[in-house]
């Protein structure tokens, strides 16, 4: 695998391997509800409290990558998990 770059116009933003992996698993699955547990047995091999934050902290960055595209969003569903929209 390799790190994918985010293209909006001109402008290129080269993601990490993790942003990249987090981005692709989230566009294999678009449109369907993710739990955190899923995501992170898929992608952190393991469920506790660092990779949950770990994933936040992803999470949060692909959102601010993402937001230049309104069409394009990774909402959350409280408690249970996210689903990404394109």
């Not at 293209?7 to 080269?14: H, K, Q």
């Not at 770990?54 to 230049?68: A, G, N, Q, T």
């Amino acid at each position: 695998k390799s790190n994918l770059i985010l293209r909006y116009g001109t402008e290129e933003i080269l993601l990490t391997f993790k942003e990249s992996e987090l981005l692709e698993f989230f566009i294999r699955h678009k449109g369907k509800l993710l739990t955190r547990e899923q995501i992170l047995e898929s992608l952190w091999g393991g469920n506790d409290y660092f990779a949950g934050r770990s994933l936040d902290v992803y999470i949060s960055k692909l959102r601010k990558y993402l937001s230049r595209d309104p069409a394009v969003k990774i909402e959350n569903r409280h408690g249970i998990g996210f689903i990404f929209k394109a």
